[in-house]
T-cell receptor, first 112, second 115 residues
Framework: GQNIDQPTEMTATEGAIVQINCTYQTSGFNGLFWYQQHAGEAPTFLSYNVLDGLEEKGRFSSFLSRSKGYSYLLLKELQMKDSASYLCAADGWEGATNKLIFGTGTLLAVQP | DTGVSQDPRHKITKRGQNVTFRCDPISEHNRLYWYRQTLGQGPEFLTY????????KSRLLSDRFSAERPKGSFSTLEIQRTEQGDSAMYLC?????????????FGSGTQLSVL
């Protein structure tokens, strides 16, 4: 079956660094997406990892280990506006169907 | 092009009524997805289209749900005889290609409340 696990909630301090972990089990895995979703808004794309390793994009970095079924999203120099839900999504296949399977999301609260 | 648009943003209905939502994807995108999201959960896949063909429906989608994409452009999602358990945010997303790895662009969703 398909399964995505990530922590439900996290709290961090403005200016600090936070790491949000995600483990996944899917069939026909293509890659791993991270989306950001502010309350009442649409999810917006943050990153997509296909190969093992760390990809850095400004204050946000994302890591993937395909052999371990593990990814993390690293947020540096946290700002209050980073308070949001962070969704881990595995891009996989079920038979001939390609789809994104989302985790429940990690609600990050950034405190002053 | 301003992205994926959904209409209405909010819908309040009484149990037993029918509702229909509309999604206009990014114009050149050939794939269109419907997801459902409840509070504190991630989006759950409902169905998707490649052009006008509906290629898969989730087991979450009961017979009361039907989706169409008649000309391969906009899509509608209809829920018949709504139940309180249908209350959720219904998200539409679109993407280009379909070989995997393409990112989804989401609309702002339609928030359905069934009283």
């Amino acid at each position: 079956g398909q399964n995505i696990d990530q922590p439900t909630e996290m709290t961090a301090t403005e200016g600090a660094i936070v790491q949000i972990n995600c483990t996944y089990q899917t069939s026909g895995f293509n890659g791993l997406f991270w989306y950001q979703q502010h309350a009442g808004e649409a999810p917006t794309f943050l990153s997509y990892n296909v190969l093992d390793g760390l990809e850095e994009k400004g204050r946000f970095s994302s890591f993937l280990s395909r052999s371990k079924g593990y990814s993390y999203l690293l947020l540096k120099e946290l700002q209050m506006k980073d308070s949001a839900s962070y969704l881990c999504a595995a891009d996989g296949w079920e038979g001939a169907t390609n789809k994104l399977i989302f985790g429940t999301g990690t609600l990050l609260a950034v405190q002053p | 092009d301003t992205g994926v648009s959904q209409d209405p943003r909010h819908k309040i209905t009484k149990r037993g009524q029918n509702v229909t939502f509309r999604c206009d994807p990014i114009s050149e995108h050939n794939r269109l997805y419907w997801y459902r999201q409840t509070l504190g959960q991630g989006p759950e896949f409902l169905t998707y289209f490649q052009n006008e063909a509906q290629l898969e429906k989730s087991r979450l989608l009961s017979d009361r749900f039907s989706a169409e994409r008649p000309k391969g452009s906009f899509s509608t999602l209809e829920i018949q005889r709504t139940e309180q358990g249908d209350s959720a945010m219904y998200l539409c997303a679109s993407s280009l290609s379909g070989t995997g790895g393409e990112k989804l662009f989401f609309g702002s969703g339609t928030q359905l409340s069934v009283l």
